[in-house]
Nanobody
Framework: QVQLVESGGGSVQAGGSLRLSCTAS????????MAWFRQAPGKEREGVAA????????YYADSVKGRFTISHDNAKNTLYLQMDSLKPEDSAVYSC??????????????????WGQGTQVTVSS
């Protein structure tokens, strides 16, 4: 059974940093993707970043390129999202997900089968 458990959310002022973690159990495979999504109140859930842990490639939404870094520790089977230069518009519930999208569909939530419970990130101005 696949389980994804996030941690690391919280409140920070604009310009600050946070690191999210997602520990996965029961999931893997050479073509598997792991990703971070976020959903702000009144908005649709959007893909933030994704990676294929065994291939090492990474994908980012334009809104976070240069500020966020996704990484995966294969030994710990843990996904990370380092978020720097945070902005108030980054405030949302962040969820990790695992699935088998094509790389050009990395941000399509329908292609992810497994989801964590989410963690709140609040950035104040």
């Amino acid at each position: 059974q696949v389980q994804l458990v996030e941690s690391g959310g919280g409140s920070v002022q604009a310009g600050g940093s946070l690191r999210l973690s997602c520990t996965a159990s029961g999931y893997g495979g050479s073509s598997s993707f792991m990703a971070w999504f976020r959903q702000a109140p009144g908005k649709e859930r959007e893909g933030v970043a994704a990676t294929r842990p065994l291939a090492g490639d990474t994908y980012y939404a334009d809104s976070v390129k240069g500020r966020f870094t996704i990484s995966h520790d294969n030994a710990k089977n843990t996904l990370y999202l380092q978020m720097d230069s945070l902005k108030p518009e980054d405030s949302a519930v962040y969820s990790c997900a695992a699935g088998l999208p094509s790389y050009w569909h990395w941000s399509a939530q329908d292609h992810y089968k497994f989801w964590g419970q989410g963690t709140q990130v609040t950035v104040s101005s």
